[in-house]
Nanobody, 124 residues
Framework: QVQLVESGGGLVQAGESLRLSCAASGRTFSSYAMGWFRQAPGKEREFVATITLSSTFYSDSVKGRFTISRDNAKNTVYLQMNSLKAEDTALYYC???????????????????WGQGTQVTVSS
């Protein structure tokens, strides 16, 4: 069982930055693929970014602005969000699953474990 706790959300102006963190429990964090998803009111949950054992993948809407990274020593995954836009406003979720060397997991149903989410609000 893996427990995930997100933090770092808040209210910012358009163009500013935020860094989200997701702390994971368990001793096998380094073997997990981690993902960030977001859900705006009235919309479906959408993929933002994922990091596997050695690679990263982003949605087109955040590519070039967001960076996902991980610190296996701290059991933590990060999402650095730069040049934020009003359309980035959403509840951001961290997710985890066992990694696969040859797969990139971009869909919510790929993930077994989820955090409770952290709210990001960008005012224009």
């Amino acid at each position: 069982q893996v427990q995930l706790v997100e933090s770092g959300g808040g209210l910012v102006q358009a163009g500013e930055s935020l860094r989200l963190s997701c702390a994971a429990s368990g001793r096998t964090f380094s073997s997990y693929a981690m993902g960030w998803f977001r859900q705006a009111p009235g919309k479906e949950r959408e993929f933002v970014a994922t990091i596997t054992l050695s690679s990263t993948f982003y949605s087109d809407s955040v590519k070039g602005r967001f960076t996902i990274s991980r610190d296996n020593a701290k059991n933590t995954v990060y999402l650095q969000m730069n040049s934020l836009k009003a359309e980035d406003t959403a509840l951001y979720y961290c997710a985890a699953r066992s990694a696969s060397a040859f797969s990139v997991f971009r869909y919510a149903y790929n993930y077994n474990y989820w955090g409770q989410g952290t709210q990001v609000t960008v005012s224009s």
